[in-house]
């Protein structure tokens, strides 16, 4: 099976994402899931305790480049918020509610945290280009001004 995207590209976007998202403590394996569901584009699996996750991508993703930038950027955001996800977990709440309620209460957490991690990177990958166009802009209009002979 062919990747949709190059293990370089991957770690070369996981590199950033990890800087911008101050996620240096953490180790991250990236795998490819030959075997994924087309529901989902990536799952985070983590370890918190030691600072390590391994991430499996669906290696039958068929999306384009900023769809796949924002997979990478919502896999790690998972870390970045696992210290709240942690707290909530290890709160205490589980025996005091009993199984079932903590079942759909742990269900309804999870959907709600996916929604928000997924906005979240879409927001975070339009930020970049925001920024990547601001820079752009800045850049014209610093020589249009040289151009010109004025000083800003
Ligand atoms: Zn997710």
Same mark, same amino acid.
């Given at each position: ?14 590199? @950033? ?28 699996? @983590?370890?918190?305790?030691? @600072? ?97 002979? @004025?000083?800003?």
């Amino acid at each position: 099976m062919r990747l949709p995207y190059r293990n370089s590209l991957l770690a070369a976007l996981s590199g @950033r994402w990890k800087h911008r998202l101050c996620l240096h403590e953490w180790t991250v394996h990236w795998r490819w899931m030959m075997d994924g569901s087309d529901n989902y584009d990536g799952e985070t699996h @983590r370890a918190s305790y030691n @600072r390590t996750a391994t991430i499996r991508l669906n290696a039958s993703m068929t999306c384009d480049y900023a769809r796949f930038r924002e997979v990478v950027a919502h896999e790690l955001l998972h870390l970045r918020i696992s210290v709240m996800v942690d707290a909530v977990e290890n709160a205490g709440i589980r025996p005091l509610i009993g199984e079932s309620a903590w079942t759909v209460f742990w269900a309804q957490w999870q959907r709600c945290m996916e929604k928000e991690v997924d906005q979240l990177s879409e927001i975070l990958v339009e930020v970049a280009e925001w920024k990547r166009e601001d820079e752009a802009l800045l850049a014209k209009d610093e020589r249009e001004a040289r151009r010109k002979g @004025r000083k800003r």
